[in-house]
């Protein structure tokens, strides 16, 4: 598996630290995900790498991070509740959102369930739901607090021991807490909800997965966890959330490629120098294959598509793009310049031919950008610059080519 470093700024001005689990090649990403981690845990925790892993096995890529203040992300833990969380959720969808593509799914283990429950109202993109040994309310957590109750109280703050550690608990956690006691929010959910939990838990019990089973309203799923402990710390538990929430959301994410992992690992027989478009969607969304490689092409939201992969002109712009800066690359290598890096920036535009006043008539323009680092002459970077005409895909886009086009039998 790969991950990628994800960081965003929160509605604090909080930098938080997350990754984004994505598929191993030659699998596609189908869709994005969004993981709330349980309470003072973060996104390292076993369970939830696991859980991550065996979805993007599935063509779904997730995001997990720490919520502010914990493991790699900025801010006071102490100075954080759950209305926080609520608000770090919406900030992290929005993130990918920008980014990559809002998450269609989301999944809250423990508290972390209680909060993508709260936060599903505000992620319009939001198909379907997981949660994963949660409480039906947040309330529900302020056991953690009782030994300290009194004193937290009194003081205004006290330590308090949660799993092996000490965290600073102040007044207002308690106070926000009590805000989130119903379940009203669950009923009015709309996306499709399934609930995982463990008849043995002993952290939070089974009857709070009944009570979000109950408040919901179809369609719901209720799958058990058998043996397993609240935190998941068997690999075969959390691999058997991953593999079984794929295949439950493969129903409700709206693209039928949940199940496109197997037909991306079909490498089609293609000769060198050929290539196939295959329909992934009945809109936009194509698979691109070469004799080695897959990709994929889409279009944007705002156009329909569902903005899984860069657009034609995207992809035009990107063969020129690679072709030029290839060529750079060679010859500055052959004359032995001392050309540290390029980059080729380019626009496709349509702009009416100037010289044609009042007619239909439409010019199109590429414009290439080239940045040239390292220590060149003026003399070597002009030459670098006609060097740049010279290269393969820029002629064949010149030399104005024949298509033809031929239909054949399926």
């Not at 936060?119 to 056991?143: C, D, L, R, Y």
């Not at 003081?155 to 007044?171: D, H, M, N, P, T």
């Not at 199940?259 to 000769?271: F, I, T, V």
């Not at 809109?283 to 092409?297: E, I, Q, T, V, Y």
């Amino acid at each position: 598996m790969s991950k990628i470093k994800f960081e965003f700024v929160n509605n604090k001005g909080h930098l938080l630290a997350g990754l984004l689990e994505i598929p191993p090649k030659p699998i596609i990403i189908a869709h994005y995900a969004l993981f709330a981690h349980c309470f003072t845990c973060g996104k390292d925790i076993a369970a939830a790498s696991r859980i991550s892993r065996a979805l993007a096995a599935q063509g779904i890529a997730v995001l997990r991070f720490d919520f502010t203040g914990l493991g790699n992300s900025d801010g006071d833990f102490s100075n954080t509740n759950f209305s926080s969380n609520v608000q770090d959720l919406l900030s992290a969808a929005e993130a990918l959102k920008q980014q990559y593509q809002a998450p269609k799914l989301l999944i809250g283990h423990s508290l972390g369930g209680a909060a993508v429950l709260s936060a599903a109202h505000q992620i319009e993109s939001v198909k379907a739901i997981a949660t994963i040994g949660a409480p039906a309310t947040a309330k529900h957590v302020e056991h953690l607090f009782e030994v300290e109750s009194n004193k937290i109280a009194q003081q205004g703050e006290a330590l308090v021991g949660i799993g092996g550690r000490q965290f600073l608990i102040k007044q207002q956690m308690l106070e926000d807490i009590d805000k989130y006691n119903s379940t009203d929010q669950i009923a009015k959910l709309d996306a499709a909800l399934v609930v995982f939990h463990s008849p043995i838990d002993t952290i939070v019990s089974i009857d709070q997965a009944a009570e979000i089973y109950q408040s919901a309203k179809h369609p719901k799923s209720f799958i058990s966890l058998d043996n397993a402990d609240h935190l998941l710390s068997k690999a075969a538990d959390a691999e058997y959330v991953g593999k079984t929430l794929a295949a439950w959301a493969s129903r409700y994410l709206g693209i039928d490629s949940v199940d496109q992992p197997s037909r991306w690992a079909q490498k089609p027989a293609l000769e060198l120098g050929e290539v196939l478009v295959t329909e992934l969607d009945k809109k936009f969304l194509r698979g691109l294959f070469s004799d080695n490689h897959p990709l994929m092409a889409d279009e944007p939201l705002k156009s329909g598509g569902t903005n899984l992969g860069p657009t034609p002109y995207d992809l035009l712009l990107m063969s020129l793009g690679a072709c030029t800066s290839m060529t750079l690359r060679m010859y500055a290598n052959h004359k032995q310049l001392a050309l540290d890096d390029i980059k080729v920036t380019l626009e496709h535009e349509r702009d009416h031919a100037e010289d044609c006043e009042g007619c239909n008539d439409k010019i199109e323009r590429i414009t290439r950008k080239i940045t040239l680092t390292g220590d060149l002459s003026d003399d070597q970077r002009q030459r670098l610059l006609e060097i740049a005409d010279k290269c393969p895909v820029h002629r064949t886009l010149e030399s104005d080519p024949q298509i033809v086009t031929r239909l054949v039998e399926p």
